[in-house]
């Protein structure tokens, strides 16, 4: 059975920074693409990054420069780093399993986790 649990939400400071985690079970991990995408009130759910089976990166025009997908095939688990958060950034983080394609952005979604509040206050 898939499973996707996210650690490391909380409250911060304009500025500030979190790290993200999002522990996987119940597939071969390294076979499979990830991302983080977030949702905040009111809005659309947003992609902000992805990574692929080889570790490549891909980032919304809002986060980049700001926020680095990593993950470890080891230890089955993404993250997402992020630094220099503003208010804007508050949202509920979602990991989600993908099937691997081309464009980050369309990749079919296999799994999703429960996601992580991420708030950001002045």
């Known amino acids: 059975q898939v499973r996707l649990t996210e650690y490391g939400g909380g409250t911060v400071q304009t500025g500030g920074s979190l790290r993200l985690s999002c522990v996987a079970s119940?597939?071969?991990?390294?076979?499979?693409?990830m991302s983080w995408f977030r949702q905040a009130p009111g809005q659309e759910r947003e992609a902000v990054a992805g990574i692929d089976m080889a570790g490549g990166q891909s980032y919304s025009d809002s986060v980049k420069g700001r926020f680095t997908i990593s993950k470890d095939n080891s230890l089955m688990t993404v993250y997402l780093q992020m630094t220099s958060l503003k208010r804007e950034d508050t949202a509920v983080y979602y990991c989600v399993l993908q099937k691997c394609t081309s464009d980050w952005l369309t990749r079919p979604q296999i799994h999703r986790g429960q996601g992580t509040q991420v708030t950001v206050e002045s």
């Open positions: 119940g597939y071969t991990f390294a076979r499979y693409c």
